[in-house]
């Protein structure tokens, strides 16, 4: 099997370093031949010099943003397999292995697992349950779970590994609601999640497939987090206009998120403790109308 591990970058020369480091300090399995192509999506820091320690296949991106740089490097690629991690993570001593385990049979299209955080400082109490996800903690449980409609939670876009011939047919990453520079939409993940099961892919997620990813103390704090919803928000608004609603809806805002937001003062007054979950219902609510109705990309 031949494995492509496609990584975008952009100006994390630092982070980069320990991303490779993890990538080259195990050796795969003998029936697993790895690759490693880095995208350069218009570095202004050391990452081009960086990069020329290592064996890895460079690909420079101009155009801005991180779903453009993934399918560039994407673009480049041959292998069977094509795996995309970020360049604030670093693999776990496993990962090649699971990876080789699971496509050793036919059975499976794509495979993914959970995030493990690596923080610069520890993170607040306040970061529970759903807000670990928008600073990048993830994991769905200690057992294999099959990706489909009943799945509780994502495909986790920056620990993905997809068998070419899928990724071939369902297409690339949608360049119209990936982050770009300080917009810190999240929809290309989740768009193509959606594709993989419309097109009747089969995945699993593996507990064992892990990454560490960085997490800055930038990313924790509550301003953070309204950005990041906001723009997520964004993204499903677009996703939204561009595809159509499969829900009723109202003045095209669908009506469960008009519910959502006309309890959020209500519950916000009977629970206070979850005031500030309350305010990001407000947030993703604001996000979800500007992308429905009047962001457009440049």
Same mark, same amino acid.
């Given at each position: 099997?031949?494995?492509?591990?496609?990584?975008?970058?952009?100006?994390?020369?630092?982070?980069?370093?320990?991303?490779?480091?993890?990538?080259?300090?195990?050796?795969?399995?003998?029936?697993?031949?790895?690759?490693?192509?880095?995208?350069?999506?218009?570095?202004?820091?050391?990452?081009?010099?960086?990069?020329?320690?290592?064996?890895?296949?460079?690909?420079?991106?101009?155009?801005? &943003?991180?779903?453009?740089?993934?399918?560039?490097?994407?673009?480049?690629?041959?292998?069977?397999?094509?795996?995309?991690?970020?360049?604030?993570?670093?693999?776990?001593?496993?990962?090649?292995?699971?990876?080789?385990?699971?496509?050793?049979?036919?059975?499976?299209?794509?495979?993914?697992?959970?995030?493990?955080?690596?923080?610069?400082?520890?993170?607040?109490?306040?970061?529970?349950?759903?807000?670990?996800?928008?600073?990048?903690?993830?994991?769905?449980?200690?057992?294999?779970?099959?990706?489909?409609?009943?799945?509780?939670?994502?495909?986790?876009?920056?620990?993905?590994?997809?068998? @070419? &011939?899928?990724?071939? @047919?369902?297409?690339?990453?949608?360049?119209?609601?990936?982050?770009?520079?300080?917009?810190?939409?999240? &929809?290309?993940?989740?768009?193509?999640?959606?594709?993989?099961?419309?097109?009747?892919?089969?995945?699993?997620?593996?507990?064992? =497939?892990?990454?560490?990813?960085?997490?800055?103390?930038?990313? =924790?704090?509550?301003?953070?987090?309204?950005?990041?919803?906001?723009?997520? &928000?964004?993204?499903?608004?677009? @996703?939204?206009?561009?595809?159509?609603?499969?829900?009723?809806?109202?003045?095209?805002?669908?009506?469960?998120?008009?519910?959502?937001?006309?309890?959020?003062?209500?519950?916000?007054?009977?629970?206070?403790?979850?005031?500030?979950?309350?305010?990001?219902?407000?947030?993703?609510?604001?996000?979800?109308?500007?992308?429905?109705?009047?962001?457009?990309?440049?």
């Amino acid at each position: 099997m031949n494995l492509d591990v496609v990584i975008p970058t952009y100006n994390r020369a630092n982070l980069l370093i320990k991303a490779l480091d993890s990538l080259f300090r195990l050796t795969p399995p003998a029936d697993l031949q790895v690759t490693i192509i880095v995208v350069d999506n218009n570095s202004t820091d050391e990452t081009a010099q960086v990069l020329r320690r290592y064996a890895v296949r460079y690909v420079f991106e101009p155009k801005a &943003g991180r779903s453009n740089a993934l399918n560039a490097g994407i673009a480049k690629s041959s292998g069977e397999l094509v795996a995309m991690i970020d360049d604030d993570e670093e693999i776990a001593d496993s990962w090649y292995r699971k990876i080789a385990d699971a496509f050793r049979e036919p059975g499976f299209d794509f495979i993914g697992g959970p995030y493990e955080p690596k923080f610069e400082v520890p993170p607040p109490k306040w970061l529970t349950g759903n807000l670990r996800g928008a600073v990048g903690w993830m994991d769905f449980g200690d057992r294999p779970l099959p990706y489909d409609h009943d799945f509780p939670g994502l495909l986790l876009g920056g620990n993905v590994v997809i068998r @070419r &011939g899928m990724l071939e @047919r369902v297409g690339l990453y949608n360049t119209s609601i990936g982050r770009t520079g300080k917009r810190l939409m999240t &929809g290309e993940d989740d768009d193509m999640y959606a594709r993989l099961l419309s097109a009747g892919a089969r995945g699993m997620y593996f507990p064992e =497939l892990v990454v560490y990813h960085w997490i800055p103390s930038s990313r =924790l704090s509550k301003g953070y987090l309204r950005r990041w919803t906001f723009w997520a &928000g964004v993204s499903e608004g677009i @996703r939204e206009r561009l595809k159509g609603s499969s829900v009723p809806t109202i003045l095209g805002i669908p009506r469960y998120r008009c519910g959502k937001i006309a309890r959020a003062p209500f519950n916000a007054l009977r629970k206070p403790e979850t005031t500030f979950n309350q305010e990001l219902t407000l947030w993703s609510f604001a996000g979800f109308v500007y992308g429905r109705h009047y962001h457009r990309n440049s």
